[in-house]
Each structure stands twice: as structure tokens, then as C-alpha cells.
């Protein structure tokens, strides 16, 4: 009689998921294609296939951890003692940018020709972000800054074909010397975060031709190594925007010192740091007083990209958990064939499909910037969905997570990387409350928000009566509320989900937006994932399930 080769056996791996790689992250999501394809063409899908197939690479997902394992470090001073402040980043770091940046998802749009570029661009960072999160953030800031850069005709001129090239070029060089740059952004400072206007750092003009010299500290500043950053100062006419370049024309180091890089939760690849400035060199940008208003239009286009990538964590998330539960069996049958799982994968898809929705429409408000109606629904739901999208996404990155059991729990799954990135978007150019307080203060200062939010929710008018009792009842509670900060959250809330809602009953298959209204805005449902009243949720779970090949 043979031996059992218990060996063998117990080296052998069995009922695990294979790995998820190889797929296309673009044209396997359909919610995705289906958006891109409304708001822009399928042209423009068919253009982020390439894009679509690297992300969803075995090289790619190595190159995302290997990135989050090996953190930038900060070197201040080289060997003989000058001042450097140089952050070095691994070459998986350099890696992901370089194909952001080649992709056209940094500031390229502002400088195509194309009616559908920055649908395509959104499209694009969503899916790229499925790399790695972190390296999105320099990403995020060098598109934001050129619609500010624009309150300046000659500081456009010179630094938007840079922000807007293709090429990744780092180093510290003058910008007359690089084939591409990256912008940053140093706004909050220790003693008052958000609260701009209580900021101490003091603009000193040194010339008539705006050169100031600044002096204090900023205690977020993401992206030390980028090349120029928009400050915000203390100037005799108030607080104002400036322009800071990371090394001056003569190849000099304009006094950015680098205090310390930030240690964080989560978005590790990324170096974030608190700067020093003590006589550094900053261009006026706009009017002195007027540089909150100046760096506004950063802070907006830095908002949908917090909605973008807390999309993106959301899609991710829902990939791994999807695949996993169609690979792994229990109790006598594959996890995605019980009925429990099906209603929590469902749920975390109905959740997924109605951020995409939301996300891609913003974008192509932006497209069509001077269209009156896009330009007040852009200015209204910009806030609405940066609160509620970055809000929703922890919870349902953490419900993802569990759905692998204790392998969503280890480093290698990848989902630990994803549930510490997960908070970051909402605390991220304006917390939950500031966001609020934006909708607020929009509602009672520009009366064309409100009207433009009416005419996109009333698009889907009778297409679903949960849909309209909750338009009914939120305009209700903003007649109710408006000014009153205590229940700002609760209304911006609504908002947003009626305008998802809106969005899935218009376009969205009518089993995805019958779960969504019956589960995100009828009345009696607690917010749990997994409680769906849906009887078929199986055409939910196979339309957002993850295929390769």
C-alpha cells in the first residue's frame, strides 16, 4: 500500500482565488464604459484601452506595492553640509509617474483640442489609480493648478505647456531646462488647517514687478520635489496666491526647506512635508487680498480628483472582492452563488456604479465649462459629491475587505493598502464639514446652483417615484435649513444621492437603480451593506465582476 504524500498535500494550495491580473480595468468596467461613452464617445474608451490593460498588469500591481513598501526619504543636507532637501522615491514611484504622466492624465487637457478631454482624462486617472493611489496626488495638483495659473497671463504662458506635457521629467532643474514639470500646493498651515485666512507666512515685495520674498511655515505640502508650488501669503492687501518654483532660473534652490515628511496612515509613497520659508522667492498671482479667490479654481479641480479617486479605491475594492467570492468556495458551494454574498457584492457594486456615474458627469461639466448651466451644476455638485462620495468610501472599502476573511486582512491582498487610503480624499481639500458648508454658502450666495440642481434631478422626473418623493423632501429640508450649519451635512446628503439617483434611473440598468433608490433613498434603511430588498441580484454581481482576457 502507498503512503499518502502528505507532503505534497499539505504544500499544495487549493480553493484560493487566483491572482487578479490581466484584466483591463477600463473596458471590463462596464459602468465605466457605459459613462465614458454618454458624456464623451466610444472612441474615447477605445483610446483608454491601453491605459486600461497596463493598470490591470501583474506589472503594474507590483510596481503599486513595491512603491507603498519602500517610502520616499528626505535627505536636508548632502555630505559636505549644504542644504539639499532632497526626497528620493523608489523607482516603482517613478515607474507609475511616468506613465501617468505619458498618458495625459496630469494637466494635459487644458491644452487639447478635444471637447472630451478631461471625460477621458477622469476616465483615465480612475482607472490608473487602480496602480497605486499615492503618486496621484502630484498627478492631481500639477491638472489643478493651470486653470489658476490663469489669473496671470505670463506665468500661464510659462508654466502651463510644462504642466501640461507629456513627459516626466524629475529632478531639480530650471524649468527652462525640462521637458515637463509638476505643480504642487502650500496652503494650510499649523495654526489654522482650512482656515486660510488665519495663515501668518508674510509676502514681502521685493520689486515692482511682483517678485515678493515669504517667510513661515506650511504645514501640508505635498510633493516636495515637484518644481513650482502656489502659496497662499500674508501680503499688506491680505492674503494672496503666489507662484514658487522649486529652483530658480540660474539653477540656484529657491529656499524651500524642508522641515520633515509627514508620517502618515496611509498614502505612503507619496511625500508629504512641512516647509520652511525664510526669504524664498514667490511671483504674485492675482491681486494681493484676492488669493483665496485665486487658488479657488485649484482647490475645485483638486476636489473632483478626490472624487475620482475615491471612485477608483471603490472600483478596486470591489474588484478584489468580487473575484474573490467567484473563486473561493464554502460550505459546499462558491461564495458569489449564497444569497448573503450576493446581496453584499450587489451592494458594494450599486455603491460603485453610482459614484462612476456622478464622477464622469462631473467631468464633463468641466468640458463644457461655459455652458451656464454646467458651470452652476459643476460649482454646486463639485462640493456634494466630494463630501458624500470620500464619505462613502471607507465603509464600503472596509465592507470589501471583509468579504475575503482574514486574506483581506494581509499585506499582500493589497486591500490594507486600499482601507488606509480610503479616508484620505475626505480629509483632502476640505473636510466632510468644510464641503458642507461650501453647499451651504453656494445655495445662499449664487441662486443659479440651486436652479441647476433642480433641472438635472428633474431629467429623471417620473422615472422613479422613490426618486422623487426624496428630490420632493430635500427641497423641503433646504427651505427648512439653509443657513443653519447644524444640518448641513444631512442636506448635502441628499443632495448628492438624489443626483446619483437621478443619474442610475436615467442610464443605469433598472436593477441597479431599483436597489439603489430603494436602498439610498427610501425611507427605513439603516445604511448596512448587504441589505438589499432586491429578489434578482445576480445580474448585478455578474456586470461588476472583474473577467480577464
Given amino acids: 500500500m502507498t503512503a499518502p504524500n502528505l507532503a505534497g498535500e499539505l504544500r499544495a494550495s487549493t480553493n484560493q ?55 520616499p526619504t528626505l535627505t536636508p543636507y548632502d555630505r559636505y553640509g549644504n542644504r539639499i532637501d532632497e526626497v528620493a522615491f523608489h523607482p516603482s514611484w517613478h515607474w507609475l509617474m511616468e506613465r501617468a504622466v505619458g498618458h495625459g492624465l496630469a494637466a494635459a487637457p487644458w491644452e487639447s483640442d478635444s471637447p472630451h478631454a478631461h471625460v477621458r482624462r477622469a476616465a483615465g486617472f480612475m482607472a490608473w489609480s487602480h496602480t497605486e493611489p499615492g503618486h496621484g496626488c502630484p498627478i492631481s495638483m500639477t491638472y489643478a493648478a493651470v486653470p489658476a495659473l490663469r489669473a496671470d497671463d505670463a506665468l500661464a504662458k510659462e508654466w502651463t505647456p510644462l504642466l501640461a506635457s507629456t513627459s516626466y521629467d524629475p529632478g531639480l532643474r530650471p524649468a527652462g531646462e525640462k521637458r515637463g514639470a509638476l505643480a504642487g500646493m502650500g496652503m494650510t498651515e499649523k495654526q489654522g488647517g482650512s482656515d486660510v485666512r488665519a495663515n501668518v507666512t508674510r509676502a514681502v515685495p521685493t520689486s515692482s514687478d ?6 513661515g511655515h506650511k504645514w501640508f505640502t505635498s510633493a516636495p520635489m515637484n518644481d513650482v508650488f502656489l502659496v497662499l501669503a500674508q501680503a499688506e492687501g491680505g492674503v494672496t496666491c503666489f507662484v514658487v518654483p522649486r529652483v530658480l532660473p540660474d539653477g540656484s534652490r529657491n529656499r524651500l526647506d524642508v522641515v520633515r515628511l509627514k508620517d502618515k496612515l496611509g498614502n505612503r509613497s507619496n511625500a508629504s512635508s512641512e516647509l520652511e520659508l525664510d526669504g524664498t522667492l514667490g511671483h504674485r498671482l492675482g491681486d494681493e487680498g484676492r488669493g483665496v479667490r485665486t487658488i479657488i479654481e485649484m482647490v475645485a479641480a483638486t476636489r473632483l480628483d ?77 462640493p456634494l459629491a466630494k463630501f458624500w462620495v470620500c464619505k462613502r468610501t471607507p465603509g464600503m472599502v472596509a465592507e470589501a475587505l471583509e468579504c475575503l476573511g482574514g486574506n483581506g486582512y494581509v499585506e499582500e491582498s493589497g486591500m490594507p493598502l486600499l482601507y488606509r487610503e480610503a479616508p484620505l480624499n475626505s480629509v483632502w481639500e476640505g473636510s466632510g464639514n468644510v464641503n458642507a458648508l461650501d ?111
Fill in 17 to 71: 482565488a487566483p491572482p487578479l491580473v490581466g484584466h483591463n480595468v477600463v473596458t471590463a468596467d462596464e459602468a465605466l464604459v457605459e459613462a465614458v461613452t454618454r458624456h464623451a464617445s466610444a472612441e474615447v474608451v477605445e483610446e483608454l484601452a491601453a491605459l486600461g490593460a497596463q493598470a490591470g498588469s501583474a506589472e503594474a500591481r507590483e510596481h503599486g506595492m513595491l512603491a507603498n513598501e519602500h517610502h
Fill in 210 to 215: 511682483g517678485d515678493y520674498s515669504l517667510h
Fill in 306 to 382: 478626490c472624487v475620482l479617486g475615491s471612485t477608483s479605491l471603490m472600483r478596486r475594492s470591489l474588484n478584489e472582492a468580487a473575484w474573490h467570492v467567484a473563486h473561493r468556495s464554502a460550505f459546499g458551494s462558491l461564495l458569489a452563488d449564497k444569497p448573503l454574498m450576493q446581496n453584499v457584492v450587489a451592494d458594494l457594486a450599486v455603491e460603485t456604479e453610482a459614484a462612476t456615474a456622478l464622477a464622469v458627469r462631473l467631468a464633463a461639466a468641466v468640458d463644457d465649462a461655459s455652458d451656464p448651466h454646467e458651470a452652476a451644476l459643476r460649482r454646486i455638485a463639485l
Fill in 439 to 549: 453647499v451651504l454658502r453656494a445655495l445662499s450666495r449664487e441662486p443659479e446652483v440651486l436652479a441647476a440642481w433642480i433641472t438635472e434631478v428633474g431629467l429623471a422626473r417620473g422615472g422613479d417615484a422613490r426618486l422623487d418623493r426624496a428630490v420632493d423632501d430635500t427641497l423641503a429640508l433646504l427651505g427648512d435649513t439653509a443657513g443653519h450649519e447644524g444640518s448641513a451635512r444631512r442636506l448635502a446628503g441628499r443632495m448628492a444621492a438624489c443626483l446619483q439617483g437621478s443619474l442610475l434611473v436615467r442610464f443605469a440598468p433598472a436593477e441597479v437603480a431599483d436597489a439603489f433608490c430603494a436602498s439610498r433613498l427610501a425611507e427605513g434603511h439603516d445604511g448596512t451593506y448587504g441589505a438589499l430588498a432586491s429578489a434578482d441580484l445576480q445580474p448585478i454581481v455578474e456586470r461588476h465582476t472583474p473577467t480577464i482576457g
